[in-house]
């Protein structure tokens, strides 16, 4: 079978941001069943297929499915101030699954009256490019006017008031003489699509960079070629600054690590995670930790008796990564096919002691 794991999805995400740059908006097609995945996947969710090719996606239409609750909770000031007044909604468009999206060029004190004519009307809406910072990102805009499109008088960002701070953070190591870092860095601001000048030891990747998991997988994946270390996401969910990533890397390079009033992520809940499961065998632990790793949460928190899809995630990649795990450690085989009709950790575990 055709395994993937997180280092595959490395091309996906720097072709879909490298063509928004060119002003093109790429999705992932089917050659299965034609079903599109947007933003773009691995493999299709509609059949499972893995055979998928890159669609251009820049000329879509799509119809609003609904308004998401409170017009409050989409009221952030700096992006307002930056990119006009926007709700948050539900987009449809005719071969792929319904996503959440910004909808920009909207008048924000109308959210109710939008509410109530998307539920006796067809709104249709189009993709719209937009810089963000330093990077093109994707939202939405009203094909037609309605009645409830308002364009921005855009007003130009403040300044950020860390940049002092920030600029004396990186004093504390010459960057230039010590390659660990500046990889870690340079990996950052590939993944993030930043200037690496914009980087410093101080910088928190999901407040300052983006809280988008996939470009933290792409970071983690190039540190990992470029450096020969191993980080796993579980792990890399507790860390939050550049020195913290820098840190880890070094310990494991075996190198005097920075000093930095960041804390550096230990392993205690993976210790704990191996406690709470002593009483399970190598099997059961193995899989355990393998849907751990692909799902992002904690080993402790899973038990023979949890559904992947409700309680996990129903997403397809996230199940392709767990099986290559297992099948990789294992040494046994899981056709995607057969993994459909799996719904426990327990399921897996039997199906695995069954070939061993």
């Given at each position: 079978m055709v395994k993937m794991t997180k280092y595959d999805l490395k091309p996906i995400v720097k072709t879909y941001y490298d063509a928004l740059e060119e002003g093109t908006i790429l999705g992932r097609k089917c050659t299965r069943c034609g079903h599109i995945e947007f933003p773009p996947y691995l493999c299709c969710n509609e059949c499972g297929g893995l055979d998928t090719e890159w669609v251009d996606l820049t000329n879509m239409r799509g119809i609003v499915k609904q308004a998401l609750p409170t017009k409050g909770a989409f009221g952030d000031p700096e992006f307002r101030n930056t990119q006009g007044d926007y709700f948050a909604v539900e987009i449809e468009v005719p071969g792929m699954d319904s996503f959440n999206a910004s909808l920009l060029h909207v008048d924000y004190d109308k959210y109710e009256e939008f509410d109530q004519y998307i539920q006796e009307h067809e709104v249709e809406v189009k993709p719209l490019l937009f810089q963000d910072e330093d990077m093109k990102v994707v939202a939405w805009e009203l094909v037609e006017d309605n009645g409830f499109k308002k364009i921005p008088e855009i007003k130009a960002p403040e300044p950020k008031k860390e940049e002092t701070k920030t600029a004396t953070a990186t004093a504390a190591v010459d960057l230039s003489n010590d390659a660990t870092t500046q990889t870690v860095i340079e990996a950052a601001a590939d993944a993030y699509g930043v200037d690496v000048a914009s980087i410093t030891l101080a910088t928190d990747i999901r407040e300052d960079l983006s809280n988008e998991s996939m470009k933290m997988i792409v970071m983690i994946s190039t540190i990992e070629d470029q450096?020969?270390?191993?980080?796993?996401?579980?792990?890399?969910?507790?860390?939050?600054?550049?020195?913290?990533?820098?840190?880890?890397?070094?310990?494991?390079?075996?190198?005097?690590?920075?000093?930095?009033?960041?804390?550096?992520?230990?392993?205690?809940?993976?210790?704990?995670?191996?406690?709470?499961?002593?009483?399970?065998?190598?099997?059961?632990?193995?899989?355990?930790?393998?849907?751990?790793?692909?799902?992002?949460?904690?080993?402790?928190?899973?038990?023979?008796?949890?559904?992947?899809?409700?309680?996990?995630?129903?997403?397809?990649?996230?199940?392709?990564v767990m099986i290559s795990t297992i099948e990789d450690q294992l040494n046994v085989t899981i056709e995607i096919q057969e993994a459909s009709n799996l719904n426990t950790i327990g399921d897996f575990v039997a199906v695995v002691r069954e070939r061993l």
């Open positions: 450096l020969n270390v191993t980080i796993e996401i579980q792990e890399a969910s507790n860390l939050n600054t550049i020195a913290d990533f820098v840190n880890v890397v070094k310990e494991r390079l075996g190198e005097e690590t920075i000093a930095s009033n960041a804390p550096v992520a230990n392993n205690s809940d993976t210790a704990t995670a191996a406690q709470s499961s002593e009483e399970l065998d190598d099997v059961a632990k193995t899989v355990i930790e393998a849907a751990a790793d692909a799902y992002g949460v904690d080993a402790s928190g899973i038990t023979l008796a949890t559904d992947i899809r409700e309680d996990l995630s129903n997403e397809s990649m996230k199940m392709i």
